[in-house]
């Protein structure tokens, strides 16, 4: 009898052993919600420094954009992280990045999406987000806007902060290659940039230059593959004012 006690004593000794390892096991974790998982957010910066979070997001190349994946509860799992970029209407990725975060420029015009492939793996257990999440998952998009550019044929670098500067018109977008350059009539060059942001102010070596006709020459690329050959005569107009203009003098 004595023996039979000590057999029960022992089948109830391992039974509560075995319910303390169900506790600590990655599938009592799954149901206490701590699986692993991911939130990919993106961070886009535009060519004025601006930044924005959004998961849609349309503007003008080159545009750069930080991308998180935003693991929880990836404690004691190890993890593979595939960032998977894609234009629309493309049947293949033309990006794959193999890290936990990362960044890209975008210089193509249309719609891109971004997906971000993980899998965390524990002992026996896989927990993965593939294609079967996505299928039920609206990706990360980015919209490239089509290229636009054009050069005025004047302006007034007279002080009064009203077009003084000779740069692209406003609107231009998604210019990935930009360079123009200044000359006088007789073929000197006096100034070149590359940003369209920037340009000229009427100067040479530091000193205004002469009312006149200029000529500039432009070369420059779109995000959608337009070449832009400007070649056009620039106004150079110090006694200009907006006044005298809006009053028809």
């Known amino acids: 009898m004595r023996y039979i006690h000590m057999e029960r004593k022992s089948i109830l ?12 096991s990655p599938c009592a974790a799954e149901a206490q919600g701590e699986t692993p998982s ?15 979070e959004s998961t849609q997001f ?46 890209y420029t975008f210089t193509q015009a249309g719609s891109h999406s971004i997906r971000l492939y ?7 257990d ?14 990360l998009r980015v919209t490239i806007s089509e290229s ?17 500067i000779y740069k692209a018109k406003k609107g231009w977008q998604s210019l990935v290659e930009f360079k123009a350059t200044i000359y006088n009539r007789w073929g000197q060059k006096l ?22 006709v200029y000529f500039v020459v432009v070369n420059a690329k779109g995000a959608d ?11 150079l107009l110090r006694g200009y004012t907006e006044t005298e203009n809006m009053t028809g003098n």
Request: glycine residues 10%.
């Open 13 to 24: 000794y391992m039974k509560t052993l075995w319910v303390l390892m169900l506790m600590v």
């Open 38 to 52: 991911i939130r990919p957010t993106a961070v886009y910066t535009t060519i004025d420094g601006e930044q924005e």
């Open 58 to 103: 349309s503007g003008s190349a080159p545009l750069k954009g930080s991308f998180t994946a935003n693991p929880e509860n990836e404690g004691g799992w190890s993890a593979t992280y595939e960032w998977r970029f894609r234009l629309e209407g493309e049947e293949e990725d033309y990006l794959t990045r193999y890290e936990q975060d990362t960044e």
């Open 118 to 124: 993980a899998t965390f793996v524990q002992g026996n």
């Open 126 to 139: 896989t927990v993965s987000y593939t294609d079967e999440y996505w299928a039920g998952q609206e990706p």
């Open 148 to 164: 636009s550019l054009k050069m005025p044929n004047a302006f007034s670098p007279n002080g009064d902060d009203r077009n003084d």
């Open 191 to 212: 100034f070149e940039w590359t940003d369209p942001n920037e340009g000229w102010d009427g100067t040479y070596h530091g000193h205004p230059v002469k009312e006149g």
């Open 225 to 235: 593959g337009v070449d832009y050959h400007i070649r056009r005569d620039v106004n």
